[in-house]
């Protein structure tokens, strides 16, 4: 069974850092890229970044560039999302997901038969900002 | 960056029924378009890829259409268990986008 397994929920004071993990089973960790959103308290999606596990490489949203960290282990097969200098407005649960396909900055990469969704989620990480 | 704009925001039909959601993008996305399925506490879960491409194991009263910056989403014979929020993403360039969500109840 496929499966994205995240650590358990967090609170931290503003100015903090967090680090949220997301442990991949039951397929090849390297061979898909990890994706994190977060969901503000009842808002939609929001896209924060990739991390390719295979070589470490990472793209970040121009809004969380410099403030977030995406790094893995692969000896564990364990993708982290580290968010600094926390507001409370990062109250939010965070997701990690699975994605084949790779998008970069030039726009999707078209792969014989690779898929560009999040087809496996991890269950979200609620991380609250709180003094 | 791409806005994904989607409409309406919140419906409500009868079971049975055939719901129409809609995504329009601020520029030409080609098919390049994803529909998800997030019901209350849970993570979201893709029934549609590539804007036509029913996920494995969805049901086919679920479709998706569409090309260029206009994109529909269709329940047709709503159930209960359709109860949920839906969300298109765009994936043909950085950052990846998301519609605001249309949270689909029953009347």
């Known amino acids: 069974q496929v499966l994205l397994l995240q650590s358990g929920p967090d609170v931290k004071k503003p100015g903090a850092s967090v680090r949220v993990s997301c442990e991949a089973s039951g397929y090849t960790f390297v061979d898909y890229y990890v994706h994190w959103i977060r969901q503000a308290p009842g808002q939609g999606l929001e896209w924060m970044g990739w991390l390719n596990p295979k070589s470490g490489g990472t793209n970040y949203a121009p809004k969380f560039q410099g403030r977030v960290t995406l790094t893995r282990d692969t000896a564990v097969n364990t993708a982290y999302m580290e968010l600094h200098s926390l507001r409370f407005d990062d109250t939010a649960v965070y997701y990690c997901?699975?994605?084949?396909?790779?998008?970069?900055?030039?726009?999707?990469?078209?792969?014989?038969?690779?898929?560009?969704?999040?087809?496996?989620w991890g269950q979200g990480t609620t991380v609250i900002v709180s003094s | 960056d791409i806005q994904m704009t989607q409409s309406p925001s919140s419906l409500s039909a009868f079971v049975g029924d055939t719901v129409t959601i809609t995504c329009q993008a601020s520029q030409n996305i080609k098919n390049h378009l994803n529909w998800y399925k997030q019901k209350p506490g849970k993570a979201p879960q893709v029934v549609i890829f590539?804007?036509?491409v029913l996920e494995s194991g969805v049901p086919s009263r679920f479709t998706g259409s569409g090309s260029g910056t206009r994109f529909t989403f269709t329940i047709t014979s709503l159930k209960p268990e359709d109860i949920a929020t839906y969300f298109c993403?765009?994936?043909?360039?950085?950052?990846?986008?998301f519609g605001g969500g249309t949270r689909v109840g029953i009347k």
């Open positions: 997901a699975r994605v084949d396909g790779p998008v970069t900055i030039y726009g999707v990469v078209l792969s014989e038969g690779a898929r560009y969704d999040m087809d496996v």
């Open positions: 993403q765009q994936y043909h360039n950085l950052p990846l986008t």
């Open positions: 590539d804007a036509s």
